[in-house]
């Protein structure tokens, strides 16, 4: 089983759309999550840490269930700049190291 | 805005051959890593680095791969001899500490391509 599983999409929508990413992850000793964002052929960047009792940033909300090993990523009122691969990202269990997800890649479609 | 930077941004290199990449983390950080990603597959984590040791590596940073930290600034990984299947996109990232939701900030990646 892969330690961070994804969607790999592509997920199209049109601009205004609501999208919802979801994730999930093998290790349950995992203490900490996030969602970055990689535009095509660039660095991955933070888009936001996730914690357990969930958290909102502007039209992004992401949930974490914890029993179920599940992450989700919510986007509201779709940009044509939010178009990129999301990437679900996973720490801990005696790792200092990050661990990715392959991404789920968003096409905001004009 | 601080941010790491990473030279060269495109390196092509024969196989057998040794390439040096080179990043420079944000001034106050602390912590040091390498990542890599091949073309089409995920981010995979290679080496992490602290207090001028490995803290942690993963099972593809093997006796081909070594890091150090030459001087104040810099931060390198060296591939002794490459093989094809090196060929990918480097990643240096670096966090001011090791808390659990402490950022890391990836730079730009180094493209590798061993022919």
């Known amino acids: 089983r892969k330690e961070v599983e994804q969607d790999p999409g592509p997920f199209n929508v049109p601009e205004g759309a609501t999208v919802a990413f979801n994730c999930t992850y093998s290790?349950?000793?995992?203490?900490?999550f996030f969602w970055y964002r990689q535009d095509c052929r660039k660095e991955p960047k933070l888009l936001m840490s996730v914690y357990s009792s969930g958290n909102e940033d502007g039209r992004f909300t992401a949930q974490l269930n914890r029993a179920s090993q599940y992450i989700s990523l919510l986007i509201r009122d779709s940009k044509l700049s939010d178009s990129a691969t999301y990437l679900c990202v996973v720490r801990g269990g005696g790792r200092r190291a990050l661990t990715f997800g392959s991404g789920t890649r968003l096409q905001v479609q004009p | 805005e601080p941010e790491v930077t990473q030279t060269p941004s495109h390196q092509v290199t024969q196989m057998g051959q040794e390439v040096i990449l080179r990043c420079v983390p944000i001034s106050n950080h602390l912590y040091f890593y390498w990542y890599r990603q091949i073309l089409g597959q995920k981010v995979e984590f290679l080496v992490s680095f602290y207090n001028n040791e490995i803290s942690e590596k993963s099972e593809i940073f093997d006796d081909q791969f070594s890091v150090e930290r030459p001087d104040g600034s810099n931060f390198t990984l060296k591939i002794r001899s490459t093989k094809l299947e090196d060929s990918a996109m480097y990643f240096c990232?670096?966090?001011?500490?090791?808390?659990?939701?402490?950022?890391?900030?990836f730079g730009p990646g180094t493209r590798l391509t061993v022919l």
């Open positions: 990232a670096s966090s001011e500490t090791y808390t659990s939701y402490n950022e890391q900030f």
């Open positions: 290790n349950s000793a995992s203490q900490s």
